[in-house]
């Protein structure tokens, strides 16, 4: 029913014709450390450079709003480009101090409710993001803050409903790229591929922007399993922006597809030395270890505990990425799974469900596992890894036949969703 409601919300203006769309700059940041849905205001922008000047002007006039709020922004860009952490309290101090200076600032709001998503504060976000949209309801940036926090908090129609009133008060490339992401939830691969290709065009061709859409097309591509359509969107986001790490990262998963393992290590390596996100020292390691150097596996392993660290003293949590990680990896499994089930009350999505549900499977409470997999499934996602954790507790709870029919789903829906659980659906599907 969730599903059927959400789909009305989304035919209103999502699928007006791309001409009638104006163009609009991308929203600001939604999820720096873990960008899967938006590019940032600043993108394609000299961000150092920017910094440097919005200093240089707040030294001449330290009371500049308009200044402060730019700079809160540019240091969430530069948090994103780095992978450096430190600058979001620097950012949350520029942003409140324009706040305080002038309180009914709306600019000053919304940059504090994108630096919530970014830190994985989704509770925070909704309410600095309604916040926003009761001083500015024609602001798309304001709608795409509450959207983003909806879906990170599980209440989808809500969600849709408010990328919708985005797509229509404020069409272009950030609302056409949470229209993508919510078709992809709702399982309709082929709009959201239509939607992020409107999103591609939006992005006018600037450096970041057009490479972001691109990398976004082709992990609808691989999620689908069409490895060479995918692997052609990232090259193209590298022609435009050449060591782009996203589309580096998404390549050396290509490679290690395609059995290049030599090739798909020195990708990620590059990736990881550059930019040490834990999404890539994560692929780094598994792919060291499907290329049997467990040493250097480990080693990559262990910058898992410093990252988590760094990224708990600058405000960010992460315990959901965290629970997935060790509950994969058979680390402290024990403690994932009470990792896991705070990370859900923090964050009851449909991947808090499937992380909580895997993380329980793991421990032998096959179950309650279960519950928690179907609710992973109830909007209709084609997720072939959710489609793997759904068989691995089947198997887990003795239904070996059930078990086969999810496995053998999840290899068609992507036959290398995974390095290292791929090759354990192909074996239990048989």
Request: hydrophobic share 45%; with cysteine.
């Amino acid at each position: 029913m969730a599903a059927i409601a959400a789909t009305v919300f989304l035919l209103g203006g999502a699928l007006a014709p791309a001409h009638e769309a104006k163009p609009s700059p991308p929203a600001s940041p939604a999820d720096v450390l873990f960008p899967e849905r938006m590019p940032v205001s600043l993108a394609g922008k000299d961000t150092p450079g920017q910094i440097a000047a919005l200093q240089q002007a707040l030294r001449r006039n330290d009371g500049n709003v308009r200044a402060l709020e730019s700079l809160g922004f540019a240091y969430q860009q530069r948090a994103r480009e780095t992978a450096d952490p430190s600058y979001y309290p620097k950012s949350e101090g520029v942003l409140r101090r324009a706040l305080a200076l002038a309180p009914g600032d709306n600019l000053a709001v919304a940059g504090l409710g994108s630096l919530a998503l970014s830190r994985h504060r989704f509770r925070d976000a909704l309410v600095l993001g309604r916040r926003a949209v009761r001083d500015a309801p024609y602001s798309g940036r304001n709608w795409g803050v509450v959207g983003d926090a909806l879906i990170e908090l599980g209440r989808y129609p809500r969600a849709f409903k408010a990328f919708d009133t985005m797509v229509r008060v404020d069409p272009g490339l950030a609302a056409y790229a949470r229209i993508s992401y919510a078709r992809e939830l709702l399982g309709d691969q082929r709009v959201a591929a239509e939607m992020m290709r409107r999103a591609v065009v939006e992005s006018n061709y600037q450096r970041e922007p057009f490479a972001w859409t691109s990398v976004q097309l082709g992990k609808l591509f691989w999620s689908q399993g069409r490895i060479g359509a995918a692997a052609q969107q990232y090259r193209r986001a590298l022609a435009i922006f050449p060591g782009y790490v996203y589309a580096l990262d998404a390549l050396a998963q290509v490679e290690g597809a395609r059995g290049h393992l030599r090739r798909a290590i020195a990708l990620e390596r590059g990736v990881v030395d550059r930019t040490p996100l834990p999404q890539f020292v994560t692929t780094l390691g598994d792919l060291y270890a499907i290329a049997e150097q467990p040493v250097a596996a480990r080693r990559q392993y262990a910058l898992m505990d410093v990252i988590a660290r760094l990224l708990r003293a600058n405000g960010v949590k992460t315990d959901l990425e965290l629970a997935l990680f060790d509950v994969d990896h058979g680390i402290r499994t024990s403690g994932a799974l009470r990792l896991a089930r705070a990370s859900y009350r923090d964050r009851p999505s449909i991947d808090g469900d499937d992380v909580l549900g895997w993380a329980l499977a793991r421990n032998g409470h096959c179950g309650e596992a279960r519950h928690y997999s179907v609710r992973a499934l109830r909007l209709g996602t084609r997720d072939a890894l959710k489609y793997f954790h759904r068989g691995m507790i089947e198997r887990c709870l003795g239904n070996r036949s059930a078990a086969r029919v999810w496995l053998r789903r999840s290899l068609r829906q992507n036959a290398h969703f995974s390095v290292i659980w791929a090759p354990v659906a192909r074996r239990y599907a048989r």
